[in-house]
Nanobody
Framework: QVQLVESGGGLVQPGGSLRLSCSAS????????IGWFRQAPGKEREGVSC????????YTLDSVKGRFTISTDFAKNTLYLQLNNLKPEDTAVYYC???????????????????WGQGTQVTVSS
């Protein structure tokens, strides 16, 4: 069983930055896909950025390319999402997720993932 805990959300003005963290209870950087998702009110959960740790293939949502960056710290067993130049449409609950996956090729749809954190709210507003 993998437990994931997110932190780092908050209220920020348009153009601002946040860094989200996801701490895992077990080592998730071998044979796992890991990623960040978000869900805005009334919308489906969407993949923001994901990594396949077998071949380091990555996916990033088009609307956040150049603004959001996913990264990992193996020593701390932690996944990060740096959010820059935030826009009001980025407002959502952000979740980290992981799934055991021995094959190569990143997957970044919500139904591809088994383990989820509780989510952290990001609100972009002036």
């Amino acid at each position: 069983q993998v437990q994931l805990v997110e932190s780092g959300g908050g209220l920020v003005q348009p153009g601002g930055s946040l860094r989200l963290s996801c701490s895992a209870s077990t080592f998730i950087f071998d044979d796992y896909d890991i990623g960040w998702f978000r869900q805005a009110p009334g919308k489906e959960r969407e993949g923001v950025s994901c990594i396949n740790n077998n071949d380091d293939s990555r996916y990033t949502l088009d609307s956040v390319k150049g603004r959001f960056t996913i990264s990992t710290d193996f020593a701390k067993n932690t996944l990060y999402l740096q959010l820059n130049n935030l826009k009001p449409e980025d407002t959502a609950v952000y979740y980290c997720a992981a799934d055991f996956r021995e094959r190569s090729g990143v997957a970044c749809k919500a139904n591809d993932y088994t383990y989820w954190g509780q989510g952290t709210q990001v609100t972009v507003s002036s």
